[in-house]
């Protein structure tokens, strides 16, 4: 039989592994789940982690994204009647300016063409486009040349970037007189000078001209999607990389104003859209 401090040595054994066992219960011991059978624990596991990837996704998941298409939408517009004589300038109150054009100048309000086509006409998909359209990366470009600006009509995508060149070896103020967007007004004294700006906000259309030469003056027609196209001189122009569906077309011009037609477009259709424009209609 063991003597006492045997005795009190062992005692002392099982209090510390009695504590220990406490403490580790307490303080990270097994946890609630190892008490239930594996099935059990499989699927609470697997409902867990289903469950970050559906909120993820519903996190991520914005607007829609605009699809492209195959269809397209074409035509010409022409002009009907007497052809207004336009109004003509001189260039004379700048050196650089008359050397480019030594004669009277006409401003291209209503340029029609030996066919009775309508150059500088803004068409473009006015309602029916579903989806959000990010801006291209290239950005769209205006250019005062021969102290007249190039192009005349033009359009561009929300947000999308807008170059401003002056390629004359003279002063341009380029002023843009938006209602939606914030205007600039630039003064752009040397040859080859460069500003980039945005129109954020779709409008059609934003006025541009020079307070320097009061006959340079241009017109920018800014949508939420690529489908807009500006006739040729020969009146003709092109919608392309519609999705299918039923879309209002509006037509607009500086002095003429503007039309609308809709149009039903399958899949891989052209469908033809004209307009005609008569003066003081």
């Known amino acids: 039989m063991p003597g006492p401090a045997i005795r009190f ?28 059978p594996k ?22 998941a914005g607007p829609a994204a605009g699809a492209m298409g195959a269809a397209a939408v074409t035509g010409k517009i022409v002009f009907e009647g007497a052809v207004p004589a336009p109004e003509k300038f001189k260039m004379s109150a700048d050196a650089f300016c008359a050397k480019a054009h030594p004669g009277d100048v006409a401003k291209e309000e209503i340029v029609v063409g030996p066919d009775k086509g309508l150059a500088n006409v803004f068409v473009y998909v006015k309602s029916g486009i579903s989806g959000t359209y990010p801006p291209p990366a290239a950005a769209a470009v205006i250019d005062q040349r021969g102290c007249t600006y190039h192009p005349h009509v033009f359009g561009m995508v929300a947000g999308q970037s807008l170059d ?48 320097v030469h009061g006959w340079m003056s241009a017109y920018c027609g800014v949508v939420s999607h690529p489908f807009f196209a500006v006739t040729a001189a020969d009146g003709t122009y092109a ?23 809709q149009v039903t477009v399958g899949a891989t259709e052209s469908k033809p859209v004209a307009f005609t424009f008569k003066a003081g209609a």
């Open 239 to 261: 919608i392309k990389d519609l999705p299918a569906g039923t879309y209002t077309i509006e037509a607009w011009h500086e002095k003429l104003g503007t039309q609308t037609q």
């Open 9 to 36: 040595r062992f005692v002392s054994v099982c209090a510390v592994t009695a504590l220990a066992a406490v403490l580790a219960a307490g303080c990270g011991g097994k946890d609630d789940d190892e008490d239930k």
């Open 39 to 60: 099935s059990a624990r499989a699927k609470g596991a697997a409902t867990e982690g289903a469950a970050a990837p559906a909120a993820s996704a519903a996190s991520a």
């Open 164 to 211: 401003i060149l002056n390629s004359d070896d003279t002063l341009h103020n380029i002023h843009s007189l938006p209602e939606k967007n914030e205007s600039f007004n630039l003064g752009m004294p040397v040859k080859g000078m460069k500003y980039t700006k945005k129109f954020d906000k779709p409008e059609v259309m934003i006025h541009i001209k020079c307070d």
